[in-house]
Structure formats: C-alpha cells, structure tokens
C-alpha cells in the first residue's frame, strides 16, 4: 500500500519537481516496488491523456484586454460600495445629537419618577404600606416590619393554636 507521502513524490517525480538526489531516489522506488511503478505508468498515461485533449479557450479580445476588462469590473465594484459605506456613515449632525440626548432624557425622567417620594400625590413604583391579609381562621393575628434599609417587609401570621 502506497502512502499519500509517496504519492505526492511520485507526482512531483513526473512533474521534474525535484531536485537531482530525490529524483534518483524515487526512480530506484520504482524500478524495486511493482505497486510504485504501476502507479507511475498510471500517472504517466493520465498525464498524456490530458495533455492530448487540452481544450484551447480562444478569446475574442487580447489576453491583456480581457484582463483589464475584470480589473475595471472590480474597481467599479470597489468604488460603488465605498460610496454605499459613505451614505451610510454619514447622518444628519442633528441625529447624532438629539438620539443620544433623547435617550438621557428619557432615563432622567425614569429614574426621577422611580424615586419620588411615595407619601407625595400618589405612588408612582413605590408599595403602599398598608397590607391586608384575609384568612379563614378566627383566631388569628398578624404583626408586619418593614425594614427601609433592607428593602424589605416581614409578616408574622399567629394562630394561636397549641
């Protein structure tokens, strides 16, 4: 079995890839390994193969003319997404500003409503501090703590069964 190393040798073999030492080197691999040769002779007849049957692509224009028509094809292409990448980027002096200006607005307001005080006309986010709890038992009683640091409210429910 011949490895994908070996191959490529042989490929660069029949190509006159190698250098003197190397190219010896594999003709005494071929003369000594039946498998080897038999893929040099394969090589060899595809090589021919395609060299006999090459299709030869005439241009209507010069080589240098068609060439320079793809240049200018690209430049062309180049210059228009430029000039789409520059209407883009570019906005009005006055989007750049009020947007922005907008956005701090619009949170100065929110965090101004969020933190009035609640004892004022109305709660805006705050709770109110007066809880309701309904239970079905007679005998019962709630105590509640509110803590302002902690931001937080306890509720002790008592049922006073033993």
Sequence with gaps: MINH???LK???YLDGELSSSEAMAVGELAARDQEVRSLVEELQATRTLLKGNDLGLKLPESQEF????IRRQIEREEQA???EQGKTAASPWWIRFWVPAGVVGALVVFVALALRNPQASG???AMDDSHEIETPLEETSSFSFR???A???V???DSHRE
């Design 155 to 157: 509720v002790w429910v």
């Design 81 to 83: 997404q430029n000039a």
């Design 123 to 125: 709660p805006a986010l």
């Design 5 to 7: 190393e070996t191959e």
């Design 10 to 12: 042989l490929q660069a």
């Design 151 to 153: 931001a937080m409210t």
């Design 66 to 69: 068609y060439w320079s028509k």
């Design 147 to 149: 803590s302002e640091a």
